[in-house]
């Protein structure tokens, strides 16, 4: 027998076509609604709206579920806290098909005249987040070299990148020009020292 926040006895429809239920649910989110970087943390508020209607082959499951996404933008690593609302349908066969062959994978069955809604919301939730989720659609990013939130200062900039294969020349501008009183043979005799 099944058990959960989202199991759904159904017993009380029978199996006549044209029998209409309407239930409107508060649970808590079961895990795994999501990805690591955006998702519907476990345990939260999960508002659903449910029409159930008896078909001919079994009940058929329609409805929005609406729940709080979190997590961060992955240009600026900004926190994310945004509504999200997800329809979904499903059918729930009434009886499981008599051969392999009429049988397919994505087959939800009613187990003893319940539903269970869990893995059709996990479904919806989860096809309905962005794989890269932004704090904005204009979201400049991090700058390359220090890690600033460029959004927070559009202006940034280090300076002019100096190409490495000029960095020797570089090197060479910072050393002491010699003054032009020196003499000659004083620099001949720094240059034996070295």
Request: hydrophobic content about 35%.
């Amino acid at each position: 027998m099944l058990s959960g926040p989202l199991v759904i006895d159904t017993h009380e429809m029978g199996r006549h076509p044209g029998t209409e239920r309407t239930l409107q649910l508060t649970v808590p989110a079961p895990a795994e609604m999501g990805y690591d970087v955006y998702a519907v943390p476990e345990g939260s508020t999960i508002e659903i709206e449910l029409r159930l209607e008896a078909i001919m082959e079994g009940l058929l499951a329609t409805g929005t579920a609406s729940a709080r996404a979190v997590g961060e933008c992955v240009r600026c690593l900004e926190p994310i806290d945004e509504a999200v609302t997800v329809g979904f349908q499903e059918l729930y066969l009434f009886e499981a098909p008599s051969t392999p062959e009429d049988a397919d994978e994505e087959d939800h069955v009613l187990e003893d005249d319940q539903l269970d809604l869990e893995i059709v919301l996990r479904d919806a939730v989860v096809l309905a987040l962005p794989h890269n989720p932004l704090c904005g659609p204009e979201c400049p990013g991090l700058c390359p070299e220090c890690g600033a939130r460029l959004a927070d200062d559009p202006e940034h900039t280090h300076g002019e990148a100096i190409d490495p294969r000029w960095s020797a020349l570089s090197q060479l501008a910072e050393q002491p020009v010699p003054s032009a009183d020196q003499s000659e043979s004083d620099i001949m005799s720094d240059d034996s020292k070295e």
